[in-house]
């Protein structure tokens, strides 16, 4: 094991819980502040948190609820900080109102959702995918969300760095979704130097005169952020607003573009959001799993083909947007799709609107719920179905 | 028509804003000259501040108003969003300016822990005693007994004292006052913008479209008179007995004291283990 931190990064070759290594990720985002209220699985990440960000100058509040996890880390991002949020899925419900306030006014933000088994109260210590939908259609109204889906300890800080960049970026709220297994798994984790890091910050309004004189919100090419504190005069709501912030519930093209431009400024970069691993040359059968489930997934494949069964896999690492030209794509060349998910089906139905025109679309949950699926079950199940 | 403008107006607020959202005889106007006065006659600049607030007819004070930066946040929330602009950047005067239906009813457990965690800020809380902005409901507000939209044969529960709640939670500065105390107003959000604590001011406040007409308690000009009769100054209320202050307001400063404050605690603490580090 080596070590040396340089500036924020604890760059070398660590044995890292996946909680730490996503804690260890967005110190070298840069994050600058962090909300947030113990949970199970996920309290590591704020634990660790709070001991290092004040090291780098940043701060950790531990709030009264999830709420005020939420609400804080918005304003603090309106005061120009990069900033996070960790819990699991009973924090999500509780927060879900002001996620669409994030969305509503184009705040930047990361949302680490550790998953439990539910719902409700459920199992705190066992992973399970269950709120793949909720974070996508969980607050009211209509609207775009990005999540991302780790599938060890080096992605939880790859995909944190890579959650801060986008959510900079974009100016949105990104969702890192881990699972129990995932935050609690311990693997080997390569932190790069900081020179090797590519870091985005957000672009800060500079515009002179007040809001009207400027385009604060609704460009789908991301308006530059009128932070708080710099002389702008900003105006911030979460109503329908026209493109000056300004609150309009009477115009119906202002209230169509109050929808549109945040869900546009997303799908029209979608390319750069959406990455998935691919490989299914020449299969018949691909397995297409995400985040644990996607380690079982590609053992599996590997046992069918020692078989000499052609299977293949796809792996999402962004789940939305939902890849679905990827989908459509691999539908026109294989035979056969096998979802496999770490719950009862929950992008399953996504992925069968794109795929089963082209291909049959078959599913497999874990034997037994809460238990990561075994590679020997998957195969015979998957040769049940091609017999 | 600029020469009959208010010159409070013209220098702190915003120009293309031409519509008020309040009813007529409404408690938001004087509480809107309170605030703008107090920065006026302290020559402070609306760069200095954040406004924050939350849902209801109060937090339409300062949103979209007020010539700074403003934040309209959602119902309850205001307190917790202002904790975070708060810690994020110190050195803005951080407001939060609204109802009590959104600050003590769904925000209650933000207000009671921003007093108790002593975070920077100034929350003005407009107490009209009942939910306006969606037609005369219960507030926990509300005087027991009056019959409102969704206690039609009366209320049954008791009232918040809401400064006794903030103040036990360890705010400290807390006042009341109500709107027949303008200058009163002006002068305790002096002392709050210049103070580093958490300060507290409640405002009693004449809402006649839904209080006064759904609790049949009368005009605006009524629930003034009532509030010019009825409050008494924290110092004689201390030497009277609770029987006697029985439908009593008490207005005036409840506590003016200097603790550590949250932000400037965690300037300190960063300036200490980051030199501990190095």
């Not at chain 1, 775009?144 to 960049?165: H, S």
């Not at chain 2, 605006?220 to 924290?234: C, E, Q, T």
Request: glycine share 10%; aromatic share 6%.
């Amino acid at each position: 094991m080596s070590s040396k931190t340089t500036g924020n990064v604890m760059a070398g070759t660590h044995f890292l819980m996946g909680n730490i290594a996503c804690a260890e990720g967005a110190i070298a985002a840069g994050c600058n502040f962090a909300a947030g209220y113990p949970i199970t699985p996920a309290t590591e990440i704020i634990n660790h948190l709070a001991k290092k960000l004040p090291l780098h100058g940043g701060i950790f509040l531990q709030t009264e609820d999830e709420i005020s996890a939420i609400s804080s880390i918005v304003g603090a991002s309106w005061s120009g900080c990069k900033v996070l949020t960790a819990t699991s899925g009973p924090g999500i419900s509780l927060m879900q109102e002001n996620i669409g306030f994030a969305v509503a006014t184009e705040t930047p933000l990361v949302i680490i959702d550790v998953q439990r088994l539910g719902p409700s109260t459920g199992v705190p210590s066992i992973g399970l995918a269950g709120d793949i939908v909720q974070v996508a259609r969980g607050s009211h109204g209509d609207y775009q969300i990005i999540a991302l889906c780790p599938d060890g300890p080096q992605e939880m800080f790859d995909l944190t760095v890579r959650a801060f960049n986008l959510s900079e970026k974009y100016r949105v709220p990104v969702f890192l979704m881990a699972e129990g297994f995932i935050g609690h798994m311990r693997e080997r984790v390569v932190i790069p130097d900081a020179s090797e890091l590519s870091l985005v910050a957000r672009t800060i309004q500079r515009g002179a005169g007040g809001p009207m004189q400027r385009q604060d919100f609704l460009d789908a090419a991301v308006a530059p952020m009128p932070v708080f504190g710099n002389g702008l005069k900003s105006h911030v709501t979460s109503s329908c607003h026209d493109e000056h912030g300004m609150r309009n519930l009477s115009d119906p093209e202002i209230m169509h573009k109050f929808i549109t431009k945040p869900i546009e400024k997303i799908m029209r970069h979608r390319d750069d959001i959406i990455q998935v691993e691919k490989n299914y040359k020449d299969c018949d059968i691909v397995l297409v799993a995400y985040g644990s489930v996607s380690r079982s997934a590609k053992a599996a494949a590997e046992l069918a083909r020692a078989d000499g069964l052609k299977v293949g896999i796809f792996r999402f690492i962004t789940c939305w947007p939902f890849p679905g030209e990827e989908i459509r794509e691999m539908a026109e060349s294989v035979k056969h799709m096998i979802v496999l998910e770490n719950n009862c089906g929950q992008l399953f139905p996504y992925i069968k609107a794109e795929a089963a025109h082209a291909c049959r679309v078959d599913f497999i949950g874990p034997q037994t719920l809460g238990q990561i699926h075994d590679p020997e079950y998957v195969l015979s199940r998957l040769k049940e179905m091609v017999r | 028509m600029s020469e009959i403008m208010h010159p409070l107006r013209m220098k702190y607020t915003r120009e293309h804003v031409k519509k008020t959202t309040n009813c007529p005889g409404c408690g938001n106007g004087i509480i809107v000259q309170a605030i703008l006065r107090a920065i006026d006659e302290l020559g402070m600049d609306m760069d200095e501040f954040a406004f924050v607030s939350g849902i209801g007819c109060s937090a339409w004070i300062p949103s979209p108003l007020f010539n700074a930066d403003t934040l309209h946040t959602t119902h309850g929330r205001p307190i917790a969003f202002a904790t975070g602009v708060k810690l994020g950047k110190p050195e803005l005067n951080v407001v939060v300016a609204s109802g009590d239906g959104d600050l003590a009813a769904i925000g209650g457990n933000h207000l009671i822990h921003a007093a108790r965690r002593n975070i920077g800020i100034t929350v003005i809380l407009v107490n009209n005693g009942i939910y306006a902005m969606t037609g005369g409901q219960t507030a926990p507000t509300t005087p027991r007994g009056v019959n409102t939209t969704t206690n039609p044969y009366g209320t049954l529960e008791s009232v918040f004292d809401i400064s006794s709640l903030v103040l036990a939670a360890g705010a400290p500065f807390v006042a009341r006052w109500t709107t027949y105390h303008p200058r009163q107003i002006t002068s305790s959000l002096k002392k709050a913008f210049t103070s580093r604590g958490f300060s507290f001011i409640e405002i009693i406040s004449q809402c006649p479209v839904q209080y006064g007409k759904v609790t049949k308690s009368g005009s605006a000009l009524d629930l003034l008179k009532h509030y010019k009769k009825d409050s008494i100054k924290i110092d004689k209320a201390r030497t009277m007995d609770p029987e006697s202050l029985k439908g009593k307001i008490v207005v005036g400063e409840f506590v003016n004291e200097q603790k550590p404050e949250l932000s400037a605690e965690w300037t300190e603490l960063k300036a200490r283990v980051m030199e501990g580090r190095s």
